[in-house]
């Protein structure tokens, strides 16, 4: 099986990649511990100075490259799978599917990246409560932004991004109608969260509840390509 990765977004340019999303919240949080610094608060200082390097690592954006292996889905989350399982309907594609749930830490990487090569058929936002992203409540109860995609053979696959206990905002790039690469940069969500991917019920699974998984880099399944 062919194993040749390859790089689908634009080299990064610093030794320590930061997600867009995360500089306001970056420089904020400096500012006020220099604010601190400056008038000798020291306790305030350095609560402010852990928390900047908190959210920094929280935002890093590392490189990834991605398998080039036919047929194959990768993860859209950095984290862990709490759920692989066939179920016999969901809200965003027909028939019964594959559903694989990966929940993200705090500890994770919350860039989001794309599972599969195709084309964005509708995105679809709810607003929702916020379970801890481990529960499978979430996926039915939380604030979701779900992305149905379709592959040039036809074949749908959802992904749908869900706001965990702490999370509250979803931040979400692509548009109905946009041609999207398999490992590409799509969005994150913040602080703590889930994502949860439909594939056919065809697919075969490369991946079992518990494992680990890298966002564009591990496999979870292979869609056939008859």
């Known amino acids: 099986m062919d194993s040749r990765f390859n790089r689908?977004?634009?080299?990064?340019?610093?030794?320590?990649?930061?997600?867009?999303?995360?500089?306001?919240?970056?420089?904020?949080?400096?500012?006020?511990?220099?604010i601190f610094a400056l008038l000798e608060i020291s306790s305030l200082a350095i609560l402010g100075l852990i928390a900047t390097f908190f959210i920094t690592f929280f935002f890093r954006d590392p490189e990834r490259f991605i398998p080039e292996t036919a047929g194959a889905v990768v993860s859209p989350a950095d984290g862990r799978v709490v759920q692989a399982e066939l179920v016999e309907k969901n809200p965003f594609?027909?028939?019964?599917?594959?559903?694989?749930?990966?929940?993200?830490?705090?500890?994770?990487?919350?860039?989001?990246?794309?599972?599969?090569?195709g084309k964005i058929e509708e995105t679809l936002y709810k607003p929702g409560k916020f379970f801890?992203?481990?529960?499978?409540?979430?996926?039915?109860?939380?604030?979701?932004?779900?992305?149905?995609?379709?592959?040039?053979?036809?074949?749908?696959?959802?992904?749908?991004?869900?706001?965990?206990?702490?999370?509250?905002?979803?931040?979400?790039?692509?548009?109905?109608?946009?041609?999207?690469?398999?490992?590409?940069?799509?969005?994150?969500?913040?602080?703590?969260?889930?994502?949860?991917?439909?594939?056919?019920?065809?697919?075969?699974?490369?991946?079992?509840?518990?494992?680990k998984v890298k966002a564009g880099q591990s496999i979870i399944g292979y869609l056939p390509q008859k």
Not at 8 to 17: H, I
Not at 21 to 27: E, H, M, S, T, V
Not at 168 to 183: E, T, W
Request: glycine residues 10%; contains cysteine.
């Open 132 to 211: 801890s992203a481990n529960r499978d409540a979430a996926s039915m109860h939380n604030e979701q932004q779900a992305i149905v995609l379709e592959s040039e053979k036809g074949q749908k696959i959802g992904f749908v991004q869900i706001a965990g206990l702490i999370a509250r905002r979803i931040i979400c790039q692509i548009q109905p109608g946009d041609s999207v690469i398999r490992g590409a940069r799509f969005g994150m969500i913040c602080f703590g969260s889930r994502l949860d991917v439909y594939l056919p019920a065809d697919t075969s699974l490369n991946v079992a509840k518990g494992d």
């Open 93 to 117: 594609i027909d028939g019964p599917c594959l559903k694989i749930g990966i929940f993200m830490s705090i500890f994770n990487v919350h860039v989001n990246r794309i599972p599969y090569s």
């Open 8 to 34: 689908v977004d634009p080299p990064q340019t610093s030794a320590l990649p930061i997600a867009n999303a995360g500089y306001p919240l970056i420089y904020a949080v400096a500012f006020g511990t220099l």
